[in-house]
């Protein structure tokens, strides 16, 4: 059974960063897992950002600038480095695959609230 773990999440002000991480029981790698999504409080989830087939990041428009998507070295961990935080980006960030395959199981996800 694959598992998921988000960690990084965490209260803080606007203007703030946090850097999330993320683990599998499996290698990122092997399961694909490149990619950071959100939802916020009564919304729906969204995609952050992801790395592309060619290595390529994209990134939603809302975190462009801001957010920064990589994997370590030995890429058995993916890395989400916010900075400039927003209200708005207060949600429950996690990882999984890109758009156009299939996800593996959720993780719990990392709580993040930015604060006025």
């Known amino acids: 059974q694959v598992q998921l773990a988000e960690s990084g999440g965490g209260l803080v002000q606007a203007g703030g960063s946090l850097r999330l991480s993320c683990a599998a029981s499996?290698?990122?790698?092997?399961?694909?897992?490149r990619a950071w999504y959100r939802q916020g409080p009564g919304k729906q989830r969204e995609l952050v950002a992801f790395?592309?087939?060619?290595?390529?990041?994209i990134y939603a428009d809302s975190v462009k600038g801001r957010f920064t998507i990589s994997r370590a070295n030995g890429q058995d961990t993916l890395y989400l480095q916010m900075n400039s935080l927003k209200p708005e980006d207060t949600a429950v960030y996690y990882c999984?695959?890109?758009?156009?395959?299939?996800?593996?199981?959720w993780g719990q996800g990392t709580q993040v609230t930015v604060s006025s």
């Open positions: 999984n695959t890109p758009p156009g395959f299939s996800y593996v199981p």
């Open positions: 499996g290698t990122i790698v092997r399961l694909n897992v």
């Open positions: 790395i592309s087939s060619g290595g390529t990041e």
